[in-house]
């Protein structure tokens, strides 16, 4: 049984930098390193300098090694002729990869193919066709990739499923949920607080999108309210939400966040999101809409009838709420 191949280290590439500095030959390298001379010599002559063979520099050879390895591992994407053709026919006509991965049998009964694989194809080998694709990034993230944290990055954060089963049934008034509104044209944004029971909205522009602004806005909106009627606040796990605690302390409140990537259980505010979209639809500049726009927009949803609450306005349900507390 032969001797397992073992790849040259850094270190062992540094030893012949040096011993051929001083002169010694490729047999004293290879007894000095335990390694046959062939194996000295080979290494020369593929890691050199593709012009000055004679000169070896360590880190660069082992560079050069590290690069080969790597490719010599990358498959071709798409070898049969024909898959290729026909994956780049349809892509060019407005496919998706998973459309043709699910379509191909049908043309031809004898090739299958993987949409991963197409989009491999696409990002490493047929980059021409990147425009065709119905999201046109020039790079495409690694497999796995992941937004998620390791760990909580909100401090003391509180799930859903401990929040009281009165505030999941809207029994009381009191219950709130938040919600940033962002556009990719400006770095400010709208945060929307919305009353389970009532369905009321509050609508304040954030110059950014930060924990701070995001705390001072809450707090300055839900002060408005009396003490009774602001009692629990939903969020969901963005990190303009990891001053919550402050935001407690301030009004005497409980906070609560969603499981990661679940916005529907926080789905008052979502709703509230949508018909707020109709009047700043996405890619809204929120730098240029004026104070008083999202004023006006705010009273115009609050005035308008909805058929849960047996078609009064939230205005209307949340003033009797306030009323009655008077």
């Not at 080969?68 to 026919?89: G, M, Y």
Request: proline fraction near 5%.
């Amino acid at each position: 049984m032969g001797r397992k191949f073992k790849r040259m280290s850094l270190e062992e590439r540094e030893y012949i930098s040096i011993l051929l500095a001083k002169g010694e030959s490729l047999r004293s390298i290879g007894k000095e390193l335990g390694r046959n001379h062939s194996s000295i010599s080979r290494e020369l002559n593929i890691n050199a300098p593709p012009i000055y063979k004679g000169y070896y520099l360590a880190h660069k050879a082992h560079e050069r090694s590290v690069v080969r390895n790597r490719e010599s591992h990358q498959r071709p994407r798409l070898k049969d002729e024909t898959t290729r053709d026909f994956v780049c026919e349809k892509i060019v006509e407005g496919w998706s990869p998973e459309l043709i991965a699910g379509r191909i049998r049908e043309y031809h009964p004898e090739h299958k193919i993987g949409y991963e694989a197409i989009y491999q194809y696409i990002y490493a080998e047929g980059r021409d066709l990147i425009p065709c694709l119905a999201r046109k990034h020039k790079q495409r993230k690694n497999r796995g990739y992941t937004r998620k944290h390791a760990q909580s990055h909100i401090p003391q954060r509180v799930p859903l499923s401990e929040r009281p089963e009165i505030v999941n049934r809207r029994e009381r008034f009191g219950d709130w949920e938040a919600d940033t509104v962002v556009s990719r044209a400006s770095k400010s944004a709208l945060l929307v607080l919305s009353e389970r029971k009532s369905r009321a909205i509050m609508i304040t522009k954030l110059f950014r999108k930060t924990a701070a602004k995001v705390r001072v806005a809450a707090v300055r909106r839900l002060k408005e309210m009396p003490d009774g009627l602001r009692l629990t606040l939903t969020y969901d796990n963005g990190p303009e939400n990891v001053e919550h605690q402050a935001i407690n302390r301030e009004l005497g409140m409980q906070s609560f966040f969603c499981a990661p990537y679940h916005s529907w259980e926080k789905g008052t505010v979502e709703n509230s999101i949508g018909l707020i979209r109709r009047y700043f639809p996405k890619k809204t500049n929120f730098a240029e809409v004026s104070y008083y726009e999202v004023g006006s927009v705010e009273r115009r949803l609050n005035n308008r009838p909805r058929k849960c609450l047996n078609y009064a306005t939230p205005s209307e349900v949340l003033s009797g709420a306030i009323a009655g507390r008077m």
